[in-house]
């Protein structure tokens, strides 16, 4: 089945440092990767998608960037953070055309400080 | 746009006893999913069950059971014989059958199972 590694798993950066959050999937291929935010009280934000290598679409508009350089590697980067980048953040995959099932990371707080 | 309302924050329910939650979503499309996700305090979200629109019959996982409404656009989810290991954020999430993955969640219900 597929698995969804995350790192690192906290971090706590000051404002206007950059970012850069990591995940990379095992057990399958061409799998679709997705990065969500996870606000406080208040339910998944999808914020990048990828279908394929080099493939990124944007859901909302942010201070962050999505790059996909390899079929299993996801990578969610920013130059420079700020306050509202705060939260924790959630990456998924699938690679099931029927959508069976989204796959979650363990998923990474992020504290801009 | 699709919108999913979970309108209880929060919910408590005794160890064996039931506890349903309630999620409403809002969408002009026939063929579509539903999901209820948990994530426990250990935050991984691990999905809990699944239903096609299309299916007229309501899914069931072991002690959870969804009462799927698609006029009225219900979705709940029954929780029987709750177990202190079900405490936990539980999100309802609709996903269009083409829509590559981009699930749309709820705000969630925090269950919390009691002794």
């Known amino acids: 089945s597929q698995t969804i590694h995350q790192w690192p798993a906290t971090l706590v950066q000051p404002v206007g440092s950059p970012l850069s959050l990591e995940c990379t999937v095992e057990?399958?291929?061409?799998?679709?990767l997705y990065w969500y935010r996870q606000a406080a009280g208040r339910g998944l934000q999808l914020l990048f998608y990828?279908?394929?290598?080099?493939?990124i679409s944007s859901e909302v508009p942010q201070n962050l960037s999505a790059s996909r350089p390899q079929d299993r590697q996801f990578i969610l980067s920013s130059k420079k953070l700020l306050l509202s980048d705060s939260g924790f953040y959630l990456c998924?995959?699938?690679?099931?055309?029927?959508?069976?099932?989204?796959?979650f990371g363990e998923g990474s707080r992020l504290t801009v400080l | 746009a699709q919108t999913v309302t979970q309108s209880q924050p929060e919910m408590s329910v005794q160890e064996a006893e039931t506890v349903t939650l309630s999620c409403t979503y809002d969408?002009?499309?026939?063929?579509?999913?539903l999901f209820w996700y948990k994530q426990p305090p250990s935050r991984q979200m691990i999905l809990v069950i699944r239903?096609?629109?299309?299916?007229?019959q309501n899914a069931t996982e072991n002690r959870f059971s969804v009462n799927f409404q698609k006029a009225a656009k219900s979705f709940s989810l029954k929780i029987s014989d709750s177990q202190l290991g079900d405490t936990a954020m539980y999100f309802c999430?609709?996903?269009?059958?083409?829509?590559?993955?981009?699930?749309?969640f709820g705000a969630g219900t925090q269950v919390v199972v009691t002794p």
């Open positions: 998924a995959g699938t690679s099931d055309w029927a959508l069976s099932e989204l796959f």
């Open positions: 057990g399958t291929s061409n799998p679709n």
């Open positions: 990828s279908v394929g290598i080099g493939q």
């Open positions: 969408t002009s499309e026939n063929n579509y999913y």
């Open positions: 239903q096609e629109a299309y299916k007229q």
């Open positions: 999430a609709f996903a269009k059958t083409d829509s590559w993955g981009k699930f749309q």
